[in-house]
């Protein structure tokens, strides 16, 4: 059975920094993209960043040049690096994986990922 888990959300200030860990079980995803989405209060549910099986990642304009994708295939982690957050950045954060071999902006459909984890908080205070 496939979990995905995970942790480093928070509070923090404005203009502040969190590292989101996202830790695969059951299966390995290392020939798979992985992504991160976030659903603030009252908002749809978006993806912000994707990192797909050649390692390629890419980003949503909101969060690109801020946050940063990576991924530890041999430990099955993905991480998110959130740098100069913002208050807008408040949400809920989950991970995703899909079996799917999606590749670039093709992988920004959330209906290509088959496994969620439970997602953690990022709160950031003005």
């Known amino acids: 059975q496939v979990h995905l888990v995970e942790s480093g959300g928070g509070l923090v200030q404005a203009g502040g920094s969190l590292r989101l860990s996202c830790a695969a079980s059951g299966r390995t995803f290392r020939r798979n993209a992985m992504g991160w989405f976030r659903q603030a209060p009252g908002k749809e549910r978006e993806i912000i960043t994707a990192a797909t099986w050649s390692d390629g990642t890419y980003y949503t304009d909101s969060v690109k040049g801020r946050f940063t994708i990576s991924r530890d295939n041999a430990k099955n982690i993905v991480y998110l690096q959130m740098n100069s957050l913002k208050p807008e950045d408040t949400a809920v954060y989950s991970c995703?994986?899909?079996?799917?071999?999606?590749?670039?902006?093709?992988?920004?459909?959330?209906?290509?990922?088959?496994?969620w984890g439970q997602g953690t908080q990022v709160t950031v205070s003005s």
């Open positions: 995703a994986a899909t079996r799917s071999s999606c590749s670039g902006y093709g992988c920004f459909q959330a209906r290509l990922y088959d496994y």
